[in-house]
């Protein structure tokens, strides 16, 4: 592999690592996330919290909160889905979410919050 080559690795992956912090940071509107990098908003979201994106879901820690605590509610900004995850009065995400989705099923154990659809 060539100087070159290592430097454009290098340089996509500042890219990306800038438009993802813009995206978190909520410095990029909605409509212009989803025209940049559509398959990565769920998983840019879920990665800031310290959890993990899979196929039909995602896991987030969510220490101290039990599923008492827990409110979730799907809905729309700018024409794209979310679900809006509240943990008592502290905390408050909105994380996009596939569009398609109808049933969505969450727990809590040991401090750690599954959703899967």
Do not use: C, Y
Not at 27 to 55: C, D, F, Y
Not at 70 to 94: M, P, Q, T, W
């Amino acid at each position: 592999m060539g100087l070159f080559e290592i430097a454009n690795d290098h340089l996509s992956e500042v890219r990306d690592r800038h438009t993802m912090m813009l995206a978190t940071a909520g410095e990029l509107p909605e409509s212009q996330i989803a025209s940049i990098a559509p398959e990565r908003r769920l998983k840019w979201m879920v990665e800031e919290l310290n959890g993990r994106t899979h196929q039909d879901g995602f896991t987030i820690p969510l220490q101290g909160a039990d599923s008492t605590m827990i409110d979730l509610v799907k809905g729309e900004i700018e024409g794209h889905s979310i679900l809006k995850i509240s943990a008592g009065s502290e905390f408050e995400r909105n994380i996009p979410i596939p569009a398609a989705l109808s049933n969505i099923q969450a727990k809590v154990e040991h401090g750690v919050l599954s959703l899967n659809w």
